[in-house]
């Protein structure tokens, strides 16, 4: 079946039942992963939502201790982050019913579940912190708080609350694990699938490469053989015809040339005996020829290719005799003439090679000049060069110093106004010394004054219990001023100590840059002489510059003209010795031409 298709066929055959199975195996593949792909997405969703009821427990969680932070302190800020974390707390819930809106019994237990924190917000938290803010800063405010039934029993919301999270929660790790059996499954069925699909793709392509092999290479492989044989001369040669392809065809084309080359080959032959019969005719005078006789008569005529070559060469017969006879009598004139040009030439040989000789030397003496005129020149410009360079370093630099100077007089305007400030700073900290001092001697009184209350309330017996507590409480207050102001005049004595340092250093610091501008400004002025004496060095190398360059252009033209002048003496000298060598070339030469046509003979 297939030798009777042609090459195009089977190939492309063979192609599209390769790339039929791979394609299906592709489809496959790509089903597999796109099941794989919408479960990654799915498992995707779940963890975003097992994050979003994590975010949730821990906003409650937040809540609860916030509220707590601020029945025991009162702190504003602390009343501000419970009330924005029960803001937060319903868009959380929103979030969640919106993110499992493809599950229905999620959705109502995210309802129960914000239902219940409303009620719980509203109820405990809310109406906790309004009675917190509605006692304010009264003492015993946090003992009141804690007694607070809220506080004592068990809240009964809150467990609800952290029930319900906790069984969304593990209804979305149910869903996860069960997502996750099912992508591993997918993910053996996706590697059975490559692999057997793979096994069969390599099977089917290797039983196509072997037909097709065996299609094509057969053929093939007998006409090479054919032609093998026919390029080894062998008659008879020919290609077996095995299919009816391309390759066949060309087979049959073969065996037809291979039938026109051996009839070709036999008629060739017959024509070749004819011509070699008629050459042999011709190579009688020709070879009469070749030993320099020129008497032979050449007697083929007609108007093939034969006949006119044999005119041709009964023509040029002809013309050799004549130009011989012509060639011996001039050959005894040229042979005079050559032996008289050569003896001027040679003298003219010999006044050309002394003319040379002195140019070379001129030369080179022009040549040491211009050298040594170069090597000044640029040892000259490389002066000029660092005189520049030196003029522009220095104003570089001056520049450079200038800046610094105004830098460093900055630093100075900027340290006394330092110090300023560190005296201005130590006598403030001695103003709130005496402050200090003051609050001291009010501690004092205070505390006298609370003792003498808990005397007076001792005196009124149980009426003035409460008076007595309230005079402890100030004792202790008053205890707790006259440390903390004693600490705080420590603190003010080192503040003070190190002000003192700081100005002393700052002082000092303030003389150095002081001394520092001075010497910066010397320097300016000393690299201010430095310049000018460098900018006045620089017209006169330009000077002597302008000089070495017009004697540099001198000596190089000095020296192109003579080396154009030793140039022009050499190749006079070589036109000398060539003619020269012409001349004897020309002398042998009508020597040999007058032995060499001595040898023909004509009549």
Known sequence: MLTSLSIRKKLFGSFAVIVFIIAALLAVVYGSFTRLASANAADRHTLEVIQAISQLQNDILELQVESR????????????????????LPLSIARLRELTGDNAAQVARFQELGSAIEHWSSEVIESQLKLRESLGTA?????????TAPLVSPQT?????????????????????????????????????????????????????????????????????????????????RAVVMSGDELGRVSTEFNRMAQSIEDAIANEQAARSHLQSQVDVLLDPVSLAARGNLTGTVNITGSDAIGQL???????????????????????????????????????????????????EVMSTTKEISTNTSQLLKTMEDASSVADFTGKATQSAQQDLTRIDSMMQQMVEATDAISAKLASLSERATNINSLVV????????????????????????????????VATEIRRLSDQTALSTWD????????????????????????????SVGEVRRVTQQLSDVMQQTQQLAPQFDVVLQGMQSQSTGADQIANTMRQLSEASQQSAAALKSTSEAVQLLEQAAGGLQSSVARFTVE
Not at 78 to 85: Q, V
Not at 139 to 147: E, F, I, K, S
Not at 448 to 468: M, T, W
């Open 69 to 88: 932070g601020y029945y025991l302190t009162g702190n504003a800020e602390r009343l501000a982050r419970s009330r924005k974390e029960m803001h937060d």
């Open 139 to 147: 003492p015993g405010a946090a003992d009141t708080m804690g007694r």
């Open 157 to 237: 919301a809150s467990k609800r609350i952290f029930k319900l999270i906790g069984e969304a929660a593990a209804e979305e790790r149910h869903l996860l694990e069960h997502r996750a059996k099912a992508a591993s499954g997918m993910q053996e069925t996706t590697q059975l699938v490559l692999v057997f699909g793979g096994i069969v793709t390599i099977v089917l392509g290797l039983v196509v490469a072997g037909l097709l092999a065996r299609a094509i290479l057969r053929p093939l492989g007998e006409l090479t053989r054919a032609v093998g044989e026919f390029g080894q001369a062998r008659r008879g040669a």
């Open 310 to 360: 044999a005119e041709g060469i009964r023509h040029m017969l002809g013309n050799l005799r004549e130009l011989v006879v012509g060639v011996q009598s001039a050959g005894i004139l040229v042979r005079s003439s050559a032996t008289e040009i050569a003896a001027s030439a040679r003298q003219q040989e010999a006044t050309g090679v002394e003319q040379a000789q002195t140019s070379v």
């Open 438 to 469: 003051t609050i001291t001697k009010v501690a004092d009184q205070t505390n006298l004054l609370s003792l003498n209350a808990g005397i007076e309330a001792e005196k009124a017996g149980e009426a003035g219990r409460g008076f007595q507590v």
């Open 488 to 515: 705080i005049e420590q603190m003010l004595k080192e503040m003070q100590s190190s002000v003192s340092a700081s100005v002393m250093g700052m002082e000092k610091f303030s003389q150095d840059m002081r001394a």
